[in-house]
């Protein structure tokens, strides 16, 4: 039975991860389920309370989250649920939280780009739960880093390679 789920942003290597006040250390974005919530539904509540400091997030735009990524890919590990995101689909989250009129205390706007959303983030909001972001290699040693954190990216990227293989066989010619 999962207990708790996150979005796992990745992409040739490299992975996002952010500063837990409460741990002191870096990791990925997500948390508990909360009763009677899917794991999906958790995954991007979570993901959204932690980015933005979304406390709840509209219940329709985790909805439309739902429904845009759907096609992700997700993986289970002891009891945790992580769907794999890349740096791209950021893009596309901004795109639905634009659509939805959310706003964040910790940025002037909501970022439209994965590069704006680490450069333009306020670290120095007392109630935001993760502070700095960071993209770590996670094929390289880190400190500071949670260990369980950089086996689900090698774990994700194994899964996305399986995929990108498989399409390939299915459509020849595919990227």
């Known amino acids: 039975m999962v207990e708790a789920a996150g979005c796992l942003f990745i992409q040739h290597s490299f992975a996002l991860t952010g500063y837990s006040y409460k741990y002191k250390y870096f990791s990925g974005l997500g948390g508990k389920l909360a009763p009677d919530e899917t794991p999906e539904h958790a995954a991007f509540r979570e ?57 964040s205390i910790l940025y002037a706007s909501i970022p439209p780009n994965f590069i704006r959303l680490m450069m333009e983030r306020k670290t120095d909001v007392i109630a935001a739960e993760i502070g700095e972001l960071k993209v770590i290699r996670y094929g390289l040693p880190n400190q500071n880093v949670d260990i369980n954190f950089i086996n689900d990216c090698k774990i994700a990227e194994i899964i996305v390679a399986h995929i990108r293989a498989y399409t390939r066989k299915l459509f020849p010619g595919t990227k």
Do not use: R
């Open 47 to 103: 993901t959204l309370e932690e980015l933005f400091e979304i406390k709840p997030p509209p219940p329709s735009l985790i909805e439309d989250c739902i429904t845009q990524f759907s096609k992700n890919p997700y993986h289970i590990k002891d009891k945790y649920y992580f769907k794999i995101l890349s740096f791209d689909d950021y893009t596309l989250l901004a795109q639905l939280l634009e659509k939805h009129a959310v706003s």
